[in-house]
């Protein structure tokens, strides 16, 4: 991706982050996404309750240079007490206080995931049962869209601390439109890679004995063989999908992924009242509900690197074989990396006619001078990295 904007950039917002105290148009300008803010007001590296700025925290003040590194605030969302307790000087606390951020994207996906592989196994895997209301099984697809986006909303609240980007497209572009530093991005990438498979393996110990039930005894199979079962984990592309259709597919749901997102996330325009606000959960609950319902059937709507590939990974560990990687001619990579372009063109979308605040697309020739000039984006570059070290956010 190019490089981020250059105007001043705020540190990450969650329900524990409150603006600095010395720059109060922080919340309009710099909107941070897939995170719910206001949902507390606990003390943050800014402010306590009382709103007056406070000192250095004992432990979260010796993880300075490991945070830095990562591209991490240097002083981890923590409140100032539980900093201060004795208990935080033992080794795990201090991985934890390093970590925190990446750790609550990985429970944050894991999360995610848990729900809607779940929702998926529950409907695919009862299909039929006569014990059922209705004597039809336990769900139908509407039930998928259900568990997608209840995960998504809950996944949100749980992975608050980090910004709950939950996926490594949305990740991405907003490092490129809201001055994420890049240099999070990749612990970011591998916290939620992590969640979704460990996730899935947890979804596949939990049905085991129904999978067996329906393909028999350690047979493993991959659609579109009948009862096939990978789905449950991974997206698979319907047989008469040209490679083309399955780009576009995932391309426009992730377009609208992210659209959507900085939307909520624009507390300058007036839409719902001036942003998501504390509704930002519930909205994304409707969007990722909206999108399964509308999008999702021609190739499973991953959208997400992380809830398609870590997943994947455990299945073939699990015994699918190879299958899951050259099923539907090679399917696996279009969820990989289509869901960044798609996402990457969202943004671009929403920038170009709505979003007035600071962005690439607000510069001269839409960004493309710092791609012509390449001297002008290292100047941009290092201004903005001096801002970020001045401010305390890298």
């Known amino acids: 991706m190019a490089a981020a904007p250059t105007s001043p950039l705020p540190p990450e917002q969650s329900h524990l982050h409150t603006p600095p105290p010395n720059d109060e148009s922080f919340h309009k300008e710099r909107p941070e996404i897939w995170s719910s803010d206001h949902l507390g007001t ?17 432990t979260s003040h010796r993880m300075y240079g490991m945070r830095s590194k990562l591209g991490l605030q240097p002083l981890a969302p923590v409140h100032e007490e539980h900093d201060l307790a004795e208990h935080q000087d033992l080794l795990w606390s201090r991985i934890r206080m390093a970590l925190r951020e990446p750790f609550a994207e990985f429970m944050g996906v894991f999360i995610l995931v848990l729900f809607g592989n779940g929702s998926v196994a529950q409907v695919q895997l009862s299909a039929g049962q006569v014990t059922a209301p ?8 509407q039930s998928i869209s259900w568990g997608w986006g209840l995960g998504t909303m809950l996944g949100i609240y749980v992975a608050g601390d980090s910004g709950a980007y939950l996926n490594p497209a949305v990740t991405f572009a907003n490092c490129y439109y809201r001055g994420l530093p890049w240099r999070r991005f990749p612990i970011y990438l591998v916290a939620q890679v992590l969640g979704g498979f460990v996730a899935a393996g947890v979804v596949y110990g939990n049905y085991v004995n129904a999978i067996n039930n329906v393909q028999g005894y350690g047979i493993r199979t991959v659609p579109p063989a009948v009862n096939a079962t990978a789905g449950i984990f991974c997206t698979y592309p319907q047989s008469f999908l040209s490679k ?15 659209l959507v997102i900085l939307a909520l996330k624009d507390d300058t325009h007036n839409g719902a009242s001036n942003g998501g606000g504390n509704m930002f959960p519930l909205a994304l609950f409707f969007l990722i509900f909206g999108l399964g319902a509308c999008f999702g059937w021609e190739t499973g ?14 299945s073939y560990i699990l015994g699918y074989g190879t299958e899951v990687w050259s099923a539907g001619n090679y399917y696996f990579w279009i969820p990989m990396f289509v869901p960044f372009l798609g996402c990457m063109f969202g943004g671009f979308l929403y920038d170009l006619f709505i979003y007035t605040g600071p962005s690439p697309i607000n510069t001269p020739w839409l960004g493309l001078k710092r791609i012509l000039k390449p001297s002008e984006a290292i100047k941009a570059r290092k201004e903005r990295t001096r801002r970020n070290r001045a401010e305390g956010n890298v």
């Open 42 to 58: 606990m003390p943050t590296q800014y402010s306590d309750p009382s709103g007056a700025q406070r000192r250095s925290h004992k």
């Open 244 to 258: 083309w259709s399955q780009i576009c597919s995932e391309f426009i749901a992730s377009s609208i992924l992210m």
């Open 134 to 141: 209705g004597a039809n099984g336990f769900g139908e697809y």
């Open 301 to 314: 709507y991953a959208i997400n690197l992380a809830r398609d590939f870590g997943p994947r990974l455990m």
